[in-house]
C-alpha cells in the first residue's frame, strides 16, 4: 500500500476535495510537496492497480441478449 505521506494527501484531495492549498495548510508544508506527493502516489498506485491478480482487474462481461 501505500506509506502515510502519499496516503494522506491522496484521501484529503479525492475524498474529503480539499485542493492543494488547503492540503498544504493542513499538513504544514508547501504546496509544490503536496504536488509532488499527489503525483507519486497516483503512480503508486496506478502501477499497484497494474500488477493486482489478473482475475481482480476483470470486468465481467456484459450479457448482450
Known sequence: G???????P???HYVQHLSV??????????EN????RLFHARRKLAR?????QPEARTLPQRDRR
Not at 33 to 36: A, D, E, K, M, Q
Open 33 to 36: 510537496t503536496i504536488h509532488s
Open 21 to 30: 492549498p488547503q492540503i498544504a495548510a493542513v499538513m504544514k508544508t508547501n
Open 48 to 52: 499497484q492497480l497494474r500488477t493486482a
Open 10 to 12: 491522496l484521501l484529503l
Open 2 to 8: 501505500l506509506d502515510e505521506k502519499h496516503r494522506f
